[in-house]
Every structure is written in structure tokens, then in C-alpha cells.
């Protein structure tokens, strides 16, 4: 009952921009911290993007300055502005739904993930 649906991917010339999209169904979201996280094939997934209820945000260091993270909790949606793109930000990015719950639990839920391509 609970899904997260990315979107907004393709592919883009260095330099250029991409504007992500998670769009969230189901009951849960404004308890919940949304992040958006990467994995390049053969690579382990990391985070890019953070963005806890209270609002404070956390970027990854390689994205930090370029990247902009949107929350939404009307829409039940998260965006990721990505400015000046380059080749090693190609990667699916996935959009999470992360929420602590009782002494040492948490529960958390993933998106399917968007391919974005930097190529010339």
C-alpha cells in the first residue's frame, strides 16, 4: 500500500540540469524522512540527499552546491534539482522513505529508481 515512483530521468550534456520527481501513494510521508540515493553499476548505492521532517538537509559531498532537494507534503512529493550534471553523477537514483520506530527500530521503503545519463 505504501510506494514511492521516480521520474524525471534521461539523458543530458555535461553542464546540464535534471529535475527528479518521487511521487509517494499510501498514508505515510510528512512523518517520514526523504532522501534520494545513487548507484552506478558496480558501485554501491549512496546518498545524495536527505531531507528530515523538521527540514534541515543533508547533501553528499559530491553533489554538494550543484544539487537542490524539494519537499512537498501537500503533493506527497520529494524533487531533486540537479545543476551542472556531469559524467560521474550518471547513475538510477532512487527515492527512500525512512522513519525511526520504537527502542532501536526503523522501517523504511524504496522507489524503483530513474536512470540519468551525463554523456556529450
Known amino acids: 500500500q505504501v510506494q514511492l515512483v521516480e521520474s524525471g530521468g534521461g539523458l543530458v550534456q555535461p553542464g546540464g540540469s535534471l529535475r527528479l520527481s518521487c511521487a509517494a501513494s499510501?498514508?505515510?510521508?510528512?512523518?517520514?524522512?526523504m532522501g534520494w540515493y545513487r548507484q552506478a553499476p558496480g558501485k554501491q548505492r549512496e546518498l545524495v540527499a536527505q531531507?528530515?521532517?523538521?527540514?534541515?538537509?543533508n547533501y553528499g559531498d559530491s553533489v554538494k552546491g550543484r544539487f537542490t532537494m524539494f519537499r512537498d507534503n501537500a503533493k506527497k512529493t520529494v524533487y531533486l534539482q540537479m545543476n551542472n550534471l556531469q559524467p560521474v553523477d550518471t547513475a538510477v537514483y532512487y527515492c527512500n522513505a525512512h522513519k525511526q520506530i520504537g527502542p532501536g527500530g526503523e522501517i523504511e521503503y524504496w522507489g524503483q529508481g530513474t536512470q540519468v545519463t551525463v554523456s556529450s
Open positions: 531531507k528530515f521532517v523538521q527540514g534541515r538537509t
Open positions: 499510501g498514508s505515510i510521508f510528512s512523518t517520514y524522512a
